[in-house]
């Protein structure tokens, strides 16, 4: 490519997907530069194909010039603005709690003293103990297996995976795979407010933790119909979005009380730290001992998710929606 004359200026010329497969990348050329001295030099982009395409597939890319600058003016102009609408419909919408009043101004010395009364106060909760084991261990099975997922559909089949290529991953798991998420959580949280979180506690961690047998199947099986494996995913998904809604909740459950704000902030803490320490070891675990021991040992890793649940407290009428 070059430009057909002379720009008088230092032109930004882009290369973007525009439609089709995303299997076929572009490699190089993104972004190219041209000026009074090198208008009329070829400039050229190098587009890269999946290896894994076995079928004909096109994709359509776009080429853009214009003000990078101005530009990035507008952008940032109109994220400006849409937070000033935010802003001022948050001012006259969100509720107005009565227990949610300015305190009066404090020295370091009184605002550390309260910072670390609060702190000390969610560790004092009655039965801490089992409830930090709930934060921990209620999705230790799904932190090992969200890591490996991607990884799963995208390694070719010698290597024990599916042997997908980029686009059909991000079709599969980034379409369908939300998809059937949100609809897991949407339905979770529906009938959690007809009869309550303890009486859809325990149907919530099967519906979690058993479509995680899905890839159990996917790894000994290795379908090659994208539906069947859309399918799988979706509905392990699904589950993941059903359970996770009396995850949320229960957080909830325990931020009850003074303080639930920071206290609900402290129990987002230990959410991600349940998620970051199983991932920590699952890709080292997978490569000694294949995809399909790893999905079998996901499976295993599911019973202390079932565990905890038999010990936490839980009011019956939580979660219930006031009628």
Known sequence: MRLSQAPGREVIVTLALKGGDKSIALA??????????NWNRAAIAVFQLDPKLRAAS???????????????????????????????????????????????????????NDFFKTFGAFFRKDRIGVLLLFLLFYRFAEAQLVKLVAPFLLDARELGGLGLTTGQVGFVYGTIGIIALTCGGLL???????????????PMVFIMHLPDAMFIYLAYAQPDSFLVINVCVAIEQFGYGFGFTGYMLYMIYIARGQHQTAHYAICTGFMALGMMLPGMFSGWLQEIIGYQHFFVWVMLATLPGFAVVAFVPLDPEFGRKDR
């Open 28 to 37: 190089e050329g993104s972004r190219l530069v041209f000026d009074d001295t």
């Open 188 to 202: 979770g949280g529906m009938l959690a407010s007809r009869k309550g979180l303890k009486y859809w506690l325990w």
């Open 58 to 112: 096109s994709a359509t890319f776009e080429v853009r010039s214009g003000d990078i600058a101005f530009s990035w003016t507008v952008t940032f102009a109109v994220l400006v603005g849409l937070f000033l609408v935010f802003c001022t419909y948050h001012k006259f919408i969100l509720p107005r709690p009565e227990n949610d009043r300015p305190g009066s101004a404090r020295t370091v010395v009184a605002f550390l």
